[in-house]
């Protein structure tokens, strides 16, 4: 459980825990990790934590290590390390240093822990299950929020490819894309202009949504209540844009009611 020093990686770690579930939590905030693990150890869970820095390529191999040596066998890896970055300025405002940050966590890192992990798991040949936390930022994008957004795009391309990579194998792939939920990342913060959805969870709900998707073939997991409607418009504004030209008599403009269709459906 990378990112489990608080907000959604700490929820997914209690929610493990108390399903009687053995919890590697790996955060870079070593103090933190460590009093919220001895919080959860305090009510009998099994929990092991670990101080790394997971865009080191190094750190994250011992991470893999340290997880299959006291657990021994992964059933599930929740990718889920992130950080925020700067929001509300425009692209050229961005220090590129402040985008490169943000790219080696909500991107790189989980990269790094996926090729850290998988090849474990196909080893083993048992059912796995891969969560990689991007976000609606990865659909949905408004202004000043370029280094996140494009660091979520990223990550759910990375889900995708390893979903294409890993079928027919006992590994399972899902992107978890929360829109806002209730942590310290985002307590307080105004969310730029288009970028924030109208709807609040807890990290506990999205916790519980990962924990009844696992083991099924749900790639795409939406927390929020209003994500249909925030795809169908991000859907419907690609459909305007797509040239169809010579326009066939199939071509007809997507319905908005179907584009909430197969949203939700996902």
Same mark, same amino acid.
């Given at each position: 459980?990378?990112?489990?020093?608080?907000?959604?990686?700490?929820?997914? +770690?209690?929610?493990?825990?108390?399903?009687? !579930?053995?919890? !590697?939590?790996?955060?870079?905030?070593?103090?933190?990790?460590?009093?919220?693990?001895?919080?959860? #150890?305090?009510?009998?869970?099994? $929990?092991?934590?670990?101080?790394?820095?997971? #865009?080191?390529?190094?750190?994250?191999?011992?991470?893999?290590?340290?997880?299959?040596?006291?657990?021994?066998?992964?059933?599930? $890896?929740?990718?889920?390390?992130?950080?925020?970055?700067?929001v509300g300025q425009p692209l050229w405002e961005v220090p590129?240093?402040?985008?490169?940050?943000?790219?080696?966590?909500?991107?790189?890192?989980?990269?790094?822990?996926?090729?850290?992990?998988?090849?474990?798991?196909?080893?083993?040949?048992?059912?796995?299950?891969?969560?990689?936390?991007?976000?609606?930022?990865?659909?949905?994008?408004?202004?000043? +929020?370029?280094?996140?957004?494009?660091?979520?795009?990223?990550?759910?391309?990375?889900?995708?490819?390893?979903?294409?990579?890993?079928?027919?194998?006992?590994?399972?792939? +899902?992107?978890?894309? =929360?829109?806002?939920?209730?942590? *310290?990342?985002?307590?307080?913060?105004?969310?730029?202009?288009?970028?924030?959805?109208?709807?609040?969870?807890?990290?506990?709900?999205?916790?519980?949504?990962?924990?009844?998707?696992?083991?099924?073939?749900?790639?795409?997991?939406?927390?929020?209540?209003?994500?249909?409607?925030?795809?169908?418009?991000?859907?419907?504004?690609?459909?305007?844009? $797509?040239?169809? +030209?010579?326009?066939? *008599?199939?071509?007809? =403009?997507?319905?908005?009611?179907?584009?909430? #269709?197969?949203?939700?459906?996902?």
């Amino acid at each position: 459980m990378t990112g489990a020093a608080g907000g959604i990686g700490l929820a997914l +770690s209690a929610r493990f825990a108390r399903a009687g !579930v053995g919890v !590697v939590m790996a955060d870079i905030q070593g103090d933190a990790l460590h009093r919220r693990a001895a919080e959860l #150890t305090a009510r009998g869970a099994r $929990v092991t934590a670990v101080t790394a820095d997971l #865009t080191d390529p190094d750190a994250v191999e011992r991470l893999a290590d340290t997880a299959f040596d006291v657990l021994g066998d992964v059933d599930v $890896v929740c990718n889920n390390a992130g950080v925020l970055g700067p929001v509300g300025q425009p692209l050229w405002e961005v220090p590129l240093e402040r985008m490169r940050q943000v790219f080696e966590v909500n991107h790189w890192a989980h990269v790094l822990v996926a090729r850290a992990f998988v090849p474990r798991l196909l080893a083993r040949g048992r059912p796995a299950h891969l969560i990689h936390t991007a976000s609606m930022s990865a659909f949905a994008v408004g202004a000043g +929020s370029a280094a996140y957004a494009a660091s979520k795009h990223a990550d759910l391309a990375v889900a995708r490819s390893l979903r294409a990579d890993l079928r027919d194998t006992p590994v399972r792939v +899902s992107v978890l894309c =929360p829109g806002r939920v209730d942590t *310290p990342m985002v307590r307080g913060l105004t969310a730029p202009r288009g970028a924030g959805g109208d709807t609040t969870v807890s990290a506990e709900d999205v916790a519980e949504l990962v924990w009844e998707a696992l083991g099924t073939d749900r790639f795409y997991l939406f927390s929020n209540s209003d994500a249909a409607l925030r795809l169908r418009d991000q859907f419907d504004d690609v459909w305007r844009h $797509v040239s169809r +030209s010579p326009t066939s *008599p199939e071509e007809e =403009p997507w319905p908005a009611q179907q584009a909430t #269709t197969v949203a939700t459906r996902q």
